[in-house]
């Protein structure tokens, strides 16, 4: 059986599931039945980090506890999904395998839901005010509500929109693209487990390190595109900024703390005359960061919305260029 595909295949099943996904979203009565294979990576995230996640170990061999935690995590994302599109690629002609791998596979990008998370923080704001801001901000953000007037969570939800761009949207498909359904599982598996364990806390700091610098590993063409694709989108914008987006992703990325999240978020701030990132609060922790953009760090609600519609155009690009990928490659 094939369990591998080719560039030729890969790229109508993820034409196919970006469609499917910015048409549907998860459907709510399937979350309702089965839940979500995120959930199910976290359930299973959950038990590795309280089984061998013992705070009485020294940090080396909790790291080592951490790298197989990582490994066993892949390997029960890589096989199912594997053997999955291996059979139903056997079983079945290209022309009835490729759709029902495309429909599996739109349940891991993020693109609708994403947009209506963030979409809910600017109808909060406009509809409720600072409460209602903060309660829908914090629904995507781990930094204190508490601590943010209306532009600092304006400027959150827009950090949240360009970071969770890459490697909600674009680094799933850039790893369906690449190796079909399992590359985007396998992908799913580790930007999970680094959102749950990835931190530098004195529980996961040890344990979480390879989740973390997987995690960094896989995200670093997606955060690239993301920016080119934000760039292309604010050019394409009335009122965005091409070359300012260029030149802050030029300038900036490279001094955020992430290795990827910087892309994105530059090129957002630029296109948008912002500045984003910089110093911000998560629990009770300040967090130093260096600002992306040269712009107002005063976002208000029409910036976030300006944002969605950037987002949104981003998105359309990129399905446009798999379309293209795929047409070029019968």
């Known amino acids: 059986m094939q369990a591998s595909l080719p560039l030729s295949t890969t790229f109508p099943l993820l034409l196919g599931a970006l469609l499917i996904e910015a048409a549907l979203g998860y459907p709510a009565p399937i979350f309702a ?92 704001l406009e509809r409720d005010g600072l409460q209602g801001g903060r309660a829908a901000v914090s629904m995507i953000v781990g930094r204190n509500p508490e601590s943010l007037d209306e532009p600092a969570i304006c400027r959150a939800a827009i950090e949240s929109l360009a970071e969770n761009f890459s490697d909600g949207v674009v680094a799933p498909a850039f790893w369906c ?77 490279r001094n955020h703390r992430s290795p990827n999240a910087g892309w994105p978020e530059a090129a957002m701030a630029g296109a948008l005359g912002l500045r984003l990132a910089g110093p911000r609060v998560y629990g009770q922790t300040r967090v130093e960061d260096a600002w992306m953009g040269d712009g107002r760090a005063a976002a208000t609600v029409s910036d976030l919305r300006r944002a969605l519609t950037l987002y949104r155009r981003a998105c359309a690009i990129q399905i446009l260029a798999v379309a293209g990928g795929a047409l070029a490659l019968l």
Request: cysteine-free; glycine content about 8%; proline content about 6%.
């Open 33 to 124: 039945a089965i839940r979500h294979p995120v959930v199910w990576m976290g359930a299973l995230i959950g038990v590795l980090d309280r089984r061998w996640n013992d705070p009485a170990l020294a940090a080396p061999r909790r790291r080592a506890r951490g790298v197989a935690a990582v490994l066993v995590l892949l390997l029960a994302s890589l096989v199912p999904a594997g053997l999955l599109q291996a059979a139903l690629l056997h079983f079945l002609p290209q022309a009835a395998a490729l759709p029902l791998l495309a429909l599996l596979a739109a349940s891991l990008p993020a693109q609708r839901s994403l947009h209506e998370h963030v979409r809910a923080v600017a109808e909060g």
């Open 177 to 253: 693209g690449a190796a079909g359904l399992p590359g985007i599982a396998a992908y799913k598996a580790v930007n999970t487990a680094d959102s749950m364990i990835g931190h530098r806390t004195p529980r996961h700091e040890a344990f979480g390190w390879a989740a973390a610098r997987l995690d960094d590993v896989v995200n670093l063409p997606a955060s690239r595109l993301a920016a080119m694709w934000i760039l292309l989108a604010a050019g394409m914008t009335r009122g965005a900024d091409a070359r300012g987006a260029w030149r802050a992703v030029r300038r900036d990325a």
